[in-house]
């Protein structure tokens, strides 16, 4: 039947265009029970593994950002009691600096250790930043 001729059933579809639809339609799943069951517990422990893991590194960081913080925090104040002793000991004329010198040693300490404290903080409390849903972008 030619097409456009007032027939209201389905048009005709050539052999050829059927079997390729046929083809396309899902097919039924072609696992047993007991094995999507296995592939599911094999998944699922998998993701435990990942999750152990993961939950390992993160005690481990906690435990170094301990260690390193303490060990951050004796070295600032050993640095500024150096400079505080300097700075005693040039104030009752046991040793000569300049001014000029004076201002420097004071300055870049306190550079330094602002400094220092800003990366051992960053490190210390750092967030990993999530990826917002769908964007591919970091919040």
Not at 32 to 46: D, G, N, P, Q
Not at 93 to 114: H, P
């Amino acid at each position: 039947m030619a097409e456009g001729s007032g027939d209201t059933t389905s048009p005709s579809i050539k052999p050829s265009q059927a079997d390729i639809l046929a083809s396309a339609q899902p097919e039924a799943n072609p696992l047993s029970t007991k094995e999507v069951a296995f592939y599911e517990a094999r998944t699922l422990a998998a993701k435990l593994e990942a999750l152990e893991l993961e939950n390992t590194q993160l005690k481990n960081d906690i435990e170094d950002r301990k260690s390193y913080a303490g060990k951050i925090f004796i070295l600032i104040c050993l640095w500024l009691f150096a400079v505080l002793l300097i700075v005693v000991v040039v104030g009752c004329k046991g040793m000569t600096l300049s001014d000029t010198v004076l201002v420097a040693l004071i300055t870049t300490t306190t550079i330094n250790v602002l400094g220092l404290f800003l990366v051992v903080a960053n490190y210390l409390f750092y967030r990993a930043k999530k990826e917002v849903a769908g964007t591919g972008k970091k919040k």
